[in-house]
């Protein structure tokens, strides 16, 4: 079971940092937990993966807790642009396959 | 990342016709992935397509509705046949990338259908 767990939604103000939880507590020790989002009108865009240790990028920082059974998307200063349906998902086979939850809509308030 | 391109963007289509979306990448990449975005609802995996093999389709899709090409590493087609309504949807592909095969997507084909 892949299955990850995600708040509906979340608000912050701009320019603030934005602490975006997920839930995967069945996961396997080699599954990766990859972060997408969804601005409106526009295609999946790829965030952020991690394995065990916390990892960041130009876009994002991701958390991962020691037990790997939770983890958490830090988008660090929230920008209007970022407000996106984000994606936690853990790829269901060895070749990425991923299966989409309902995600978590950001919405930043300026 | 790879660049992902699919054509049409959209198109208004009748009940009973086919129409085939095409997904083109700037690089050669082996794992390419089919999507459908029904509206105001997530993405659903339509199958996975890898070149040189039959396509992989999830439950609930089947070959005949959404026969699927991969002549080769950088082009894949979807088709969506006797359309209905009912697959009014955007359709997506990506490719997997990197150790974890993370996904990057085309911009997507808006289908109606009327």
């Known amino acids: 079971d892949a299955k990850t767990t995600q708040p509906n939604s979340m608000e912050s103000n701009e320019e603030e940092p934005v602490h975006l939880p997920c839930n995967h507590s069945?996961?396997?020790?080699?599954?990766?937990i990859h972060w997408y989002r969804q601005l409106p009108s526009q295609g999946p865009e790829y965030v952020i993966h991690?394995?065990?240790s916390n990892v960041n990028n130009r876009m994002a920082s991701l958390a991962i807790a020691e037990d790997r059974k939770s983890s958490t998307l830090i988008l660090h200063r929230a920008t209007l642009r970022d407000a996106a349906v984000y994606y936690c998902?853990?790829?269901?086979?060895?070749?990425?396959?991923?299966?989409f939850g309902a995600g978590t809509q950001v919405v930043v308030t300026p | 990342s790879a660049v992902i391109s699919q054509k049409p963007s959209r198109d208004i289509c009748q009940r009973g016709t086919s129409l085939t979306i095409q997904c083109q990448v700037d690089?050669?990449?082996?794992?390419m992935f089919w999507y459908r975005q029904q509206p105001g609802q997530s993405l659903t995996l339509i199958a996975t397509?890898?070149?040189?093999?039959?396509?992989?389709?999830e439950s609930g899709f089947v070959i005949d509705k959404f026969p699927i090409s991969r002549p080769n590493l950088t082009f894949s087609t979807l088709t969506v046949s006797n359309m209905s309504p009912e697959d009014s949807s955007i359709y997506l592909c990506?490719?997997?990338?990197?150790?974890?095969?993370?996904?990057?997507f085309g911009p997507g084909t808006r289908l109606t259908v009327t």
């Open positions: 998902i853990r790829p269901t086979d060895s070749w990425g396959k991923l299966q």
């Open positions: 069945t996961i396997s020790g080699t599954d990766y």
């Open positions: 990506s490719v997997g990338e990197g150790a974890a095969y993370e996904q990057y």
């Open positions: 397509a890898n070149q040189g093999s039959e396509a992989t389709y």
């Open positions: 991690g394995l065990t």
């Open positions: 690089s050669q990449v082996t794992m």
